[in-house]
């Protein structure tokens, strides 16, 4: 009898312990640490209203996916920028941020996380994190997100920001060409870099029937382009219309 009661206690431990751990939501213990804070919790909650507008503005624009507009409508977008960006933060617009690098234009974070159709649970690996905005949506979205950046100062920025909010996304400091082995197989793969050719590596840690959603080309514009597993050896693919992205560079920078 007494047995059987811990092996109850234990089960419900293990059940509780796993849904913490299984995604990136939000967890309550670390809400609750926020409330504590503030200056925190308040500019969130006014600019939650601004988050809404911006999530009509892409609406508007042609953004289907309600999914992805319920993410945009509550993610505090003015945290991922530095404070001097804060009254640009709701534009539609890309911003700086450290590195020479930016925070995509919200309509193309929509667009991309449109594009993977994601479903709850899935695993995804995102190719720079940058500001962690990216990955932000993806956690929103009930995804079992990893993402890697090749700065490192953008890589420990970013975990502070997407900590403090209480997404917990798995974050490597690392060349994305490698991607994740040890990971691998991914459901989706986002690249937030341009990368002139398909990373190769990057295609075999696909799962077969999973796809890739990237900004294909050169520094003068690129292609959004899907590159869906089919088989093992076997992929297709289609563009999705022009963009402009950062190039996607080799190696890590300290
Ligand atoms: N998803 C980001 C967009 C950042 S811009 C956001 O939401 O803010 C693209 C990012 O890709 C930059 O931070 C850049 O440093 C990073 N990057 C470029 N090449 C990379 C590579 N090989 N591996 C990992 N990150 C890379």
């Known amino acids: 009898m007494r047995t059987s009661r811990r092996e109850i ?17 939000p967890q309550t213990v670390n809400k609750q640490k926020e409330k504590t804070d503030t200056t925190m919790a308040d500019s969130a909650r006014n600019k ?15 953004i289907r996916d309600e999914r992805v507009l319920a993410a945009i409508a509550k993610i505090p977008r003015e945290q991922f920028v530095d404070k001097s960006m804060a009254e640009y933060a709701y534009l539609d617009r890309p911003l700086p941020i450290e590195e020479g690098q930016t925070i995509s234009q919200p309509y193309t974070v929509a667009f991309q996380t449109e594009l993977l159709q994601l479903k709850p649970d899935e695993k995804v690996l995102e190719i720079g994190t940058g500001s962690g905005y990216q990955a932000a949506v993806l956690c929103e979205m009930g995804a079992k997100v990893y993402s890697i950046e090749r700065y490192e100062v953008l890589y420990l920025t970013a975990k502070e920001t997407l900590h403090k909010l209480g997404y917990y996304p798995h974050l490597f400091f690392g060349d994305g060409y490698e991607g994740l082995p040890e990971e691998a197989p991914f459901d989706k793969i986002l690249i937030t870099a341009a990368p002139e050719e398909i990373p190769e590596k990057l295609k075999k840690q696909l799962r077969i029937g999973g796809w ?23 992929y297709n693919q289609t563009t999705h219309g022009d963009f402009i992205f950062v190039p996607m560079q080799k190696g890590t920078e300290e």
């Open 9 to 25: 206690l234990l089960l419900f431990f293990v059940m509780f312990y796993g849904a913490l751990t299984v995604t990136c939501i």
């Open 212 to 234: 890739m959603v990237l900004p294909l080309g050169g520094r003068q514009g690129q292609k959004m382009t899907v590159v869906r597993r089919t088989g093992e050896e076997r």
């Open 48 to 62: 939650n209203v601004k988050a809404e507008e911006l999530a009509k503005d892409l609406k508007r624009k042609g």
